[in-house]
């Protein structure tokens, strides 16, 4: 008999650990989304008219700015690492609309900053004219802020109805200093 229950216990913290919390699920499907905003738009424009710095000495503290290619890269790796871990949570009839509209910002998202972010920020790394750069950011921006709004807003509406139904408190704050 308590070998029984001790297999019980066992298998039903192996069950409970292998289902994701909704808060988990909240944070990676919705809330990880929020590193998008700004797409297309003024914000990531910002981000690689004016670069961050980034340590080149330890000894004497020395800083360069991060080449734009860096920066659409260090964004692109997080994009990716987050969009992995929306894929790897179980769909169920609970979650299914956030995990939905959460990949679909995704899957919209990735190709522009692997094709379009990539090429501007080549062109910003190799001193292009203001005119050529601003023409491509131009073309990123009417071409796929519309539609990014779209899915974001479609994020941010399924993300804050799963938190509400499951009692995560979540507080909208507008993150554009504009």
Avoid: W
Wanted: net charge neutral.
């Amino acid at each position: 008999m308590k070998k029984l229950v001790a297999l019980l216990l066992i298998a039903c913290c192996l069950l409970s650990s292998c289902s994701t919390s909704p808060e988990k699920t909240f944070g990676i499907a919705s809330l990880n989304c929020n590193m998008l905003y700004g797409f297309a738009g003024y914000e990531l424009k910002r981000d690689l008219a004016t670069p961050s710095e980034k340590l080149v000495d330890e000894k004497t503290m020395a800083t360069a700015p991060m080449k734009r290619a860096e920066v659409v890269k260090d964004k692109l790796t997080r994009v990716e690492e987050n969009f992995a871990q929306v894929k790897g949570i179980s769909s169920n009839d609970d979650n299914k609309e956030m995990l939905a509209a959460s990949t679909a910002l995704y899957e919209f998202v990735l190709p522009v900053y692997k094709n379009e972010y990539t090429a501007l920020a080549g062109l910003y790394d190799a001193n292009a004219p203001a005119e050529k750069i601003a023409a491509a950011e131009k073309n990123i921006s009417d071409t796929y802020a519309a539609k990014f709004e779209i899915l974001y807003t479609a994020v941010v509406k399924v993300g804050t109805a799963y938190a509400q139904k499951h009692g995560i408190p979540v507080q909208q704050v507008n993150p554009s200093p504009r």
